[in-house]
């Protein structure tokens, strides 16, 4: 095809594109309702139709300059999926790289300000959450969409505990956690003969039961009102954080009062907690126990022919994955300080589960980055606030014509031999 | 007839699938520390006697018994036969099941000693061969969590003779530069062999090769042939393997077991087989054309 042929269709190609984007978004962000009556914003709109038809056209013409083509390809090509097996040891750079980015977040509860704080903590909350779930689907391969149901449970444990027996956080959180656990081995039992799609719906149902017995068994759980804990919930071992009492924490310490003193004790608690289960996802990757959950995930009926226990395993993975999901629970209670049924819907789940997959299912690293994205992404995006969930879907469908398999490639461990 | 020396024994097994009757009452046994074949037209059932004594399908009726380490096992037992009538009034025998049902599976099978390779090779394609290959070794590591997570002296030393243990299969078995690939990107013929060296790893008693030499070609078959005999003679296992390629049977194995239509039609040494007149039309004479 001539240079002149091609530039042509482009031409055609970007018409029919701008006529596309006028179809979606003139209704979609040109007009906004206010109850019967509406108001245009045209603007806006436009804006919108014309950067996206220039984009469409610039990668047009840099899809037909060769000079350009190569190294535009090399960045947005697929990359190879297949997980890769690691090199005989880790580069002087990605270790000081990892020192870098772990330093980094002990320093900055300091130096930022309380909102975007707690959007930290609530993003420190996904990576936990996450790495639960990362078990689950990523290593076991059991595809649970009812993840959330784990989570309401290690919040409302946390809350209930207090509003029932007025017990410490650092006492309920390890409890809620291990109730998780068990609600998680509870459920795990009727799917432990299912598969696939069937298991998805399964565990999508049991989401919504815990969902609706949260709101519906209203002497319990208060219902939709709630459970509304003290303000400050968390305490520092015991030091309230009060503004008033002779013996909290700012008095002891001989300091002003802040707000941010509990957000930065909860931060820094929660991720010393995640960094301990990262290092605990990274060594069961050498497991036996994380072994055989990968080989479930691979090949089921090859696993029981090597007499893995695979009730038992699944039973562990489910197990597991919800005591995760319960202590993030458990922190997410104590950062917003209330809990109700309407925090805890599908779309965590379904928001967890883009997380991992995103991530690169099984890919530690992958779905640490990808949960700490998806939290911040929306916050960053806020002042589009029209088009956040568009460009949220936007970056999501890239994401998977890009990399189908997640993020990043997934790190098979390498074993030498011994010398002997 | 069951003799002393035998490690497996088949009595009586008949397998059904709806209106399928896969086996017809068969009997045979399996002599220790021998290589026994299966052979038999496409169909005709031997899979699915793998398959019962590995514990993957409950018999309709019949007995497998197996000479473990712990004793005479039955396979169907071991896993949990299905209740009959007779077990809700003798609450010893309800119980038993029950346990069996509830506690115990087709894993338990590979526990007592047998391991098993499959017809269309089951490898863990994304893992690593090494990786294989210590899935397989599973019992001797030591699953604590703690241990595993700090990585403690005790867990390091049992995971290194694993790691040996593994590499000294994959010498074995002429894998050792593929032992850091990912498994599901070898060559054919190396699954193969990979399977069977994953098996092996479970240190098995009994070892069931379903068709290992499909899709190799001569020289891999006439390898694979060395490795199956070292294995009886060099490893003390005993071998049970279901195989098409005549050649092979005939050079390696000590006795025959001839199923068509899910029966034993003819079963002795390779020499007997040759000349059996039912073996030749059931068989045989289409096999013949073949190679
Ligand atoms: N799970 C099953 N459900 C229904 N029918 C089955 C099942 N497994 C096997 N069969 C039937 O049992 C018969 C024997 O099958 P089997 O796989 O044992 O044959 P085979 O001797 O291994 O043949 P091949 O040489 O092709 O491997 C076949 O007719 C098959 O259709
Ligand atoms: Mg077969």
């Known amino acids: ?420 | 007839m069951p003799t002393s020396d035998s490690v497996l024994s088949i009595k009586n097994l008949t397998m059904r699938f709806g209106g399928i009757l896969a086996l017809s009452d068969i009997s045979f046994n399996v002599k220790k520390n021998s290589i026994t074949a299966m052979i038999g037209p496409n169909g005709a059932g031997k899979t699915t006697v793998f398959n019962c004594c590995t514990g993957f399908y409950i018999a309709t009726s019949g007995d497998i018994e197996f000479e473990s380490k712990k004793g005479l096992k039955e396979i169907a037992t071991l896993i949990g036969r299905d209740f009959i009538w007779g077990d809700f009034i003798s609450p010893s025998k309800f119980f038993t099941k029950l346990y069996y049902k509830m506690f115990s599976g087709s894993f338990e099978i590979n526990r007592i000693g047998i391991a098993r390779t499959f017809q269309n090779v089951r490898l863990f394609k994304e893992m690593t061969v090494i990786e294989n290959l210590l899935v397989a070794q599973h019992q001797k590591l030591n699953w604590n969590l703690f241990s595993g997570t700090f990585n403690t002296k005790s867990y390091q030393k049992k995971h290194e003779e694993c790691i040996d243990q593994a590499f000294f299969w994959l010498d074995k078995l002429g894998l050792t530069k593929d032992a850091q690939a990912l498994a599901g990107s070898l060559a054919y013929g190396k699954t193969r062999r990979l399977e069977l060296a994953r098996a092996m790893c479970t240190s098995p008693l009994l070892v069931c090769l379903d068709e290992p030499a499909a899709g190799l070609n001569a020289r891999e078959t006439e390898e694979l042939s060395g490795i199956i005999k070292d294995l009886r003679d060099e490893f003390k296992v005993t071998v049970f393997l279901i195989e098409h390629d005549m050649r092979m049977v005939m050079d390696i194995s000590e006795k025959i077991i001839v199923l068509d239509h899910g029966e034993v039609i003819a079963e002795g040494a390779p020499k007997d087989i040759q000349s059996n007149q039912k073996v030749i039309e059931a068989y045989l004479g289409v096999s013949d054309d073949e190679l």
């Not at chain 1, 091609?6 to 970007?14: G, H, I």
């Not at chain 1, 906004?32 to 436009?46: C, E, F, V």
């Not at chain 1, 936007?394 to 790190?411: A, D, E, H, K, S």
Request: with cysteine.
């Open chain 1, 1 to 420: 095809m001539s240079k002149k042929e091609s530039y042509k269709k482009l031409f055609k190609q970007t018409f029919l594109f701008f006529l596309v984007t006028v179809f979606i978004f003139v209704p979609l962000v040109g007009i906004k309702l206010l109850g019967w009556k509406y108001s245009l914003r045209i603007p806006n709109a436009l804006f919108l139709i014309f950067g996206l038809t220039v984009i469409r056209f610039m990668i047009g013409v840099i899809n037909l300059t060769p000079r350009l083509r190569g190294p535009f390809r090399k960045v947005f090509s697929q990359v190879s999926y297949l997980p890769h097996v690691a090199p005989t040891s880790i580069s002087q750079r990605k270790k000081s790289l990892l020192f870098l980015v772990i330093a980094l977040s002990f320093v900055l509860p300091f130096v930022i300000e309380q909102y975007w704080l707690s959007v930290m903590i609530t993003a420190l909350i996904y990576v936990m959450l996450s790495l639960g779930l990362n078990i689950v689907i990523g290593f076991a391969g059991l595809l649970d969409l009812g993840y959330v149901a784990f989570f309401a449970v290690g919040a409302y444990g946390v809350a209930l505990l207090h509003h029932f027996f007025q017990i410490d956080f650092w006492l309920a959180m390890p409890i809620a956690a291990f109730l998780a656990m068990l609600v998680g081995g509870l459920l795990a039992f009727p799917v432990l003969r299912m598969h696939g799609d069937y298991l998805a719906i399964v565990t999508l149902g049991f989401g919504e039961i815990i969902r609706l017995l949260l709101n519906n068994w209203t002497e319990f759980t208060r219902g939709p009102n709630g459970v509304i804990l003290p303000r400050p919930y968390i305490s520092f071992f015991g030091i309230p954080f009060d503004k008033n009492s002779p013996n909290s924490f700012h008095n002891l310490l001989g300091i002003e009062y802040s707000l941010s003193h509990k957000s930065i004790f909860l931060y820094l608690c929660l991720l010393l907690i995640v960094i301990a289960v990262t290092y605990f996802c990274l060594r069961l990757k050498k497991m036996p126990l994380g072994r055989s959950w990968e080989a479930l995930r691979e090949d089921e009926i090859a696993c029981r022919s090597m007499g893995i226990n695979h009730v038992t395993i699944k039973l562990f993975a489910f197990g597991l994955g919800a005591f995760f999901g319960g202590i993030g629970g458990g922190f997410f209670a104590a950062l917003t300080e209330f809990v109700s049924p309407s925090s805890f819907t599908f779309i965590e789940s379904a928001l967890v589960v883009s997380i991992v997959v995103l991530g690169g299912l099984g890919s530690i690293p992958g779905v640490i980055i990808a949960a700490v994205v998806m939290t911040l992404l929306p916050e960053v995006l806020r002042d589009i606030a029209n088009v956040r969930v568009l460009m949220f879907g936007v970056v999501m469908v890239v994401m998977m014509i890009w990399r189908p398999r997640g993020l990043t490639r997934v790190l098979r461990p390498r074993f030498n031999k011994t010398s002997k």
